[in-house]
């Protein structure tokens, strides 16, 4: 027999048959092990909005829609009246709260923001091609991530929520 053929020497000291089982055993517990690190959720941060500021974020999240193009709302465990998600793959994530983003301190501010519905929509482009959208000009803060690949156009989504954040947040 050739040397590439040779079981190795820790496995020829065990019987033929636990021999034939190690491979497809070890082969097992590693598909084992990265499906079940795929369906390891992510981890949202929650807001802690101002008091006036929470309540405008409860009726928020009251009035925000089930169902977003198709994909039913999951919002993380455990819930939170100031965190949305919708089941797109990857999710989009809608943050009620969040704090005055720090780059618009400096010569962000002057950058040119979408306006749907009376709402301005600030746009930060992520490093991965996804899109972070935050709500300026209104008594609370409202974040909205759109990963790359979620949607085929990010603003729909900012679009579809806009209504819904105009009639909650002054």
């Not at 496995?11 to 517990?29: E, I, K, Q």
């Not at 950058?111 to 899109?131: A, K």
Request: proline share 13%; charged share 20%.
């Amino acid at each position: 027999m050739t040397r590439e053929l040779r079981a190795p020497r820790f496995l020829a000291a065990l019987p033929a048959p636990v021999r034939w089982l190690a491979v497809p055993t070890a082969l097992t517990c590693t598909v084992v092990v990265l499906v079940g690190s795929w369906s390891t959720p992510e981890k949202i941060e929650t807001p802690t909005p101002a008091p006036k500021a929470a309540g405008y974020c409860r009726a928020l999240a009251d009035a925000l829609p089930q169902e977003l193009y198709g994909h039913p709302r999951k919002d993380p465990t455990p819930a939170s009246p100031f965190v949305a998600a919708w089941a797109s793959s990857p999710r989009v994530v809608l943050r009620c709260g969040v704090d005055r983003p720090e780059t618009l301190n400096g010569p962000a501010a002057l950058d040119v923001s979408p306006m749907i519905d009376d709402v301005t929509w600030w746009p930060q482009e992520l490093g991965d091609g996804g899109y972070r959208y935050t709500v300026t000009m209104r008594k609370a803060y409202v974040e909205l991530t759109v990963p790359k690949g979620s949607f085929a156009n990010p603003m729909d989504v900012v679009a579809a929520l806009s209504p819904v954040v105009a009639a909650n947040i002054p």
